[in-house]
């Protein structure tokens, strides 16, 4: 027997909508709530606020987020590198989930 299941082809899948809560987030990348709040003091990683001044995340901020912990933790790249790569990726109008491709390309010519 065969199963199918419909799709809604209007979901809206925006991945810069936040809609991760922090709790979410910290789970996806596992670090602590405080190494959030110290990406987000330091303006790396900016949630969105909500009404009710509630954090949310998009699945760029995730995206994001592994690039800043793959250059902080795997290059050992202090947070202000990170700001500066990460302002110049923004300067070149790379999207956070090119952001892996982008590097590898210009690592590679």
Known sequence: ??????????????????????????????????????????????????????????????EKGKFILFLSKTLGINLIGVKIVLNLLAEAKVLPENYFDFIDKITKS
């Open 1 to 62: 027997m065969k199963y199918s299941i419909e799709t809604q082809s209007d979901i809206d899948l925006d991945s810069d909508k936040p809609m991760l809560p922090t709790s979410v987030l910290v789970k996806i990348l596992n670090v602590s709530q405080r190494k959030l709040r110290l990406y987000e003091e330091k303006k790396l990683l900016v949630p969105t606020r909500t009404q009710r001044n509630r954090k949310l995340y998009s699945f760029n901020d995730i």
